[in-house]
């Protein structure tokens, strides 16, 4: 698996683990009904789930991570 498709996966994964935590939370907590805690969730899972980057240096593919709650980009080894 080549680590641009890691980052994908990676990408996806934590969006939807934040997606379902604020569905529920919203659902739970919130009066909102319809089509508008998925909406809601769908927001606040874009504007916090980490980004995931793979990008090619001179060693080869790296696979980066930048996210709100972090000061700068880290790597993932």
Known sequence: MSKSV?????????????????????????????IWKPITAFVISTLVSPQFKA???????????KWLFMKGVKEIK
């Open 6 to 34: 890691k980052a994908l996966l990676l990408n996806f994964i934590c969006f939807a683990v934040l997606f379902l935590l604020a569905k529920y939370l919203l659902g739970r907590y919130t009066h909102l009904s319809g």
């Open 55 to 65: 990008i090619k240096t001179h060693e080869g593919e790296k696979i980066f991570f």
